[in-house]
């Protein structure tokens, strides 16, 4: 059940950004920007999570996700700590993607050459 | 009374985008992607027998590598042609304009080129992420402090 | 030479010697690939970046001219060169391979009939008897200088015109040949106030239209005057900007072309809108246009080239988009 709804939530995600891409005329990067702060307020009631748990990784790897899981995890160290943890904690949880992507990006720049 | 006319002429003939079209694209291109995803998870979870933390950390390792070399190959430009923000949206979004910008940087060599610009696109969502996430968890945790 | 009107000039004595083009693969492959001289069949020309490409590009169109016209590049006393690169990199870059005195020149994608507006001064007051008129594009340099990496996976609107590869070189001179190159109409910048910049066909529009306007009242004439008129590269949004403002001043014309819908074959290559930048009216001038006229297939023709004044940053300050357009009028004088 939770691969029809990967489908259906991820692409009502992604619908939504492209209304609002040609509906608004932005650039991407205005929507990306807008759809990772949207992620993180949805942090509030743990509202992302309970999408998380329905469609499974139709939350997951949208760009919101990457909001969330910063937000998510400034909380949960900033609770368990003092409030000063809350920038330890931002990073914590996303930083393997962070890091994985530049690393792949960097091996991927070494091999391809720009093809244009 | 020429800017009139200039106006008036670029306003009739403004772009039209097809947004509908474009969004169903997007739809069907990010659902597949999400989709696909979940499968992967599932794998992970019900036939390894991994941890659903460990199974989300692999898939997305998953997605950004395919996303890495589809993007080397030259052939996520033009699957982003036609799936817009199906393709800027998910996670490969974020891996391909890592490797876009590195790509293209790597004529100035690998610290001034590759090294100092691959963020050049990617940037804004680390620093937008970093910052939501320091105001609105602030706000929760004082929340969640207060009613504790 | 002598002013005409308000900022046109006549001419009586400047011929176009002649011309080469050199461009990549796609330009090769489109309907008029076969008035190009030479093409590469990869984008980098066989250079390690793009930057050294479009050097390369300009560099072959010049030592291509002077072999087609015989000449040293000692007969040469002036090179005008302009691209649409930082700095205008390929045209120095290529000038200094040269001891030849060079202006470069900037005026976005309307350098190819601007260079030769300069370029046609110089003659007629018999300053020098050979100019080199040369401009070049090419379409990695401008999708970094002006967009995005050409990897990244954004969506274009149908409005985004395409970049060009390609250089061309046209060889002015005192030497009587068949094309005379007769008017020029120098344009002003216009701004329409429009904003969007995957849009530049739209934004250059008014600016060719105030230059055609211009030009007929100059010289007192009407679009019959010409066999063709053709601009620069407003590409398919653009011309129909061009020809709608010509309507609403009562200018209405059935002989007009666009190099940006001329270069590339729209139904099978993947181009948008059309074709645009500097080598674009150039590679249609020097090669399409320039045999037609030295076969005496067209006589007449007024060249608008157009050029969108744009910068990334200005843009992302909310900037409008200037345009600039100028206008020259190629005669075949065969007898």
Known sequence: MTIVFAFLIGGLICFIAQLLLDGLKLQNVHITVLFVFLGSLLECFNLYDRLIEISGAGALLPICSFGHSMTESAVNYALNGNYFDIFKGVFASTSSGISFAIFISFICSLIFKPKG | ?148 | ?335
């Open chain 3, 1 to 335: 030479m002598r002013r005409v009107g308000e900022n046109s000039i006549e001419y009586n004595n400047v011929y176009l010697l002649e011309s080469s083009t050199i461009s990549g693969p796609r330009e090769k492959n489109a309907q008029l690939g076969k008035f190009i001289d030479k093409s590469y069949n990869e984008l980098s020309c066989s250079e390690k970046t793009w930057e050294k490409a479009e050097i390369k590009l300009q560099n072959e169109a010049f030592l291509l001219a002077l072999e087609k016209a015989n000449l040293k590049s000692e007969d040469i006393g002036l090179i005008l060169s302009g691209d649409l690169n930082n700095q205008i990199i390929a045209s120095s870059y290529m000038a200094r391979k040269f001891n030849i005195p060079h202006i470069g020149l900037y005026g976005a994608c309307s350098t190819a009939v601007l260079s030769i507006i300069v370029g046609a001064n110089y003659i007629e007051s018999n300053i020098f008897n050979n100019v080199a008129c040369l401009t070049s594009s090419h379409y990695a340099t401008s999708e970094r200088q002006f967009r995005f990496p050409t990897e990244y996976g954004g969506q274009k609107p149908s409005s985004t015109t395409t970049t060009v590869t390609g250089s061309g070189c046209s060889l002015l001179s005192t030497k009587k040949s068949n094309i005379k190159v007769t008017r020029a109409t120098i344009g002003k910048v216009v701004d329409p106030n429009y904003k969007d910049v995957q849009d530049l066909g739209r934004a250059m529009a008014p600016a060719a239209a105030m230059t055609l306007r211009q030009h007929f009242e100059d010289f007192n004439v009407d679009a019959s005057e010409y066999d063709l008129i053709l601009t620069g590269d407003l590409s398919e949004c653009g011309s129909i900007v061009f020809k709608d403002i010509l309507k609403e001043w009562g200018i209405e014309f059935y002989n007009y072309n666009d190099c940006g819908l001329m270069i590339y074959d729209r139904k099978v290559q993947e181009v948008f809108s059309g074709g645009s930048g500097c080598g674009c009216c150039s590679l249609i001038l020097n090669g399409y246009i320039k045999e037609m006229l030295s076969t005496k297939k067209l006589n007449k023709v007024l060249i608008i080239a157009t050029g969108a004044l744009m910068n990334p940053l200005l843009a992302q300050q909310k900037e409008s988009i200037p345009g600039i357009a100028h206008a020259i009028v190629l005669e075949s004088v065969m007898e």
């Open chain 2, 1 to 148: 009374m020429e800017s009139e006319v200039f106006q008036k002429v670029l306003e009739k003939n403004k772009n039209r985008r097809p947004i509908l079209k474009n969004s169903l694209k997007a739809f069907l291109f990010g659902g597949i992607v999400c989709l696909l995803g979940e499968v992967i998870r599932m794998i992970l979870m019900k036939v390894f027998k991994v941890d659903s933390r460990v199974a989300n950390t692999i898939m997305l390792f998953v997605f950004i590598f395919l996303s890495s070399i589809f993007t080397g190959l030259g052939i996520y430009d033009k699957l982003g042609q036609v799936a817009g923000a199906g393709a800027f949206i998910p996670i490969t979004g974020f891996a391909n304009s890592l490797t876009s910008s590195a790509i293209e940087s790597k004529t100035e060599g690998i610290i001034q080129g590759t090294l100092t610009n691959m963020f050049k696109l990617a940037g804004a969502i680390i620093a937008i992420g970093a910052i939501s996430s320091i105001f609105i968890g602030s706000i929760i945790y004082m929340v969640r402090c207060f009613y504790a």
